[in-house]
């Protein structure tokens, strides 16, 4: 690559030298990511090293999954940049922990063909659930921003299968509770008992994180599209999601 005595890039060579195209580099320009750091007598756009510096930094953002709109406030505020990357940090951990475990099922169950006893078919259960587990879990993410899905991911630490199986046993009782319940008045004591239980339950999801509860809204909301697998057995029927939403809305539900 030739570059002239000022260590110029024109618009074709530095979209070259970064591996993007000429087009990328004229929208970063126009929205503000990217500017060139000179023009020519002609109009023509001019790169430097420096502007080198900051594209790799952006093509590494949004690899890691952060939205163009924000990787301008990333670059600028170091606090923020730090936060982003640890959040994709434990996102990447989670999805090698995912994989792990199932290479690991894999493993077993390559070596028990071979054992005496022969092929351990519990093993190969194991490595269809493990698959279903990830499957089951990236369906999700349709319904929730770049910025919320790394704060689930990061929540998933916390997730033992011992309390995922408390919460779902604790779900599965409070549907019952609701519509049991269906002929009270939503303002009432036991509504707005059954109304703080859904809350709590659904805080200890959310974290009380507003960007999260806005994607688990919209996949509810769209519930009658969820694929095939264990997620179709977690329904609740429209007169139990009414009174819980009648409840939230009356007056003892806030406080």
Known sequence: MKTNTKGWYRAHEFAQLAGVTVRTLHYYDRIGLLKPGTRTASGYRQYTERDLARLEQIVVLKFLGSPLKEIRDLLRDETALFDALRRQRIVLAEKRRRLDRAITAIEKAARSIRSRRGPDWNLFTQIIKEIEMQTN???????????????????????????????????????????????????????????????????????????????????????????????????????????????????????
């Open 137 to 255: 879990s990236d369906w999700t993410k349709e319904y929730y921003s770049k910025e919320a899905q790394a704060k689930v991911e990061a929540r998933k630490h916390l997730w033992s299968p011992e309390l995922q199986e408390r919460v779902s046993k604790e779900w599965a009782q409070l549907f019952k509770d609701v519509e049991a319940a269906l002929g009270e008045d939503p303002a009432g004591e036991k509504a707005q008992a059954l109304a703080a239980r859904w809350k709590k339950l659904v805080g200890e999801f959310t974290g009380g994180d507003p960007e999260i509860q806005k994607g688990l809204n919209k996949m509810w909301s769209d519930r009658a599209n969820w694929p095939q697998g264990p997620q179709q057995n977690f329904q609740m029927k429209p007169e139990v999601q009414d009174f819980i939403m009648a409840a939230m809305k009356c007056k003892g539900a806030a406080r």
